[in-house]
């Protein structure tokens, strides 16, 4: 079982940049890959980008390549979603999951976390 719980979502305006945390817990939590998904208002959940906890590679949405950047601290047992340049569009619902492949695919992550709501002003 592995615990997840985001944070640092809120209120910005276009152009500028918004850091979100996910804390994890539990069992052998370091060899899951950990995934940022997001989801807006009448839309269905889409990947942003996630890290595999042991080798720390990465990979990205092609909507956020270049402006987002996913990052762990292994001694705070944190991941980071960096979030620069933002949209009106990055408007959404983030949520922070863990899952033990690698994977893009929201349907492979086990556990998630209650999401955190970030919302881009124009």
């Known amino acids: 079982q592995v615990q997840v719980v985001e944070s640092g979502g809120g209120l910005v305006q276009a152009g500028n940049s918004l850091r979100l945390s996910c804390a994890a817990s539990g069992r052998s939590f370091s060899r899951y890959t950990m995934g940022w998904f997001r989801q807006a208002p009448g839309k269905e959940r889409e990947f942003v980008g996630a890290?595999?906890?042991?080798?720390?590679?990465?990979r990205y949405a092609d909507s956020v390549k270049g402006r987002f950047t996913v990052s762990r601290d292994s001694a705070k047992a944190t991941v980071y979603l960096q979030m620069n340049s933002l949209k009106p569009e990055d408007t959404a619902v983030y949520y922070c999951a863990a899952s033990r492949v690698d994977s893009d695919y929201a349907p492979l992550y086990n556990y998630w976390g209650q999401g955190t709501q970030v919302t881009v002003s124009s």
């Open positions: 890290i595999t906890w042991s080798s720390g590679s990465t």
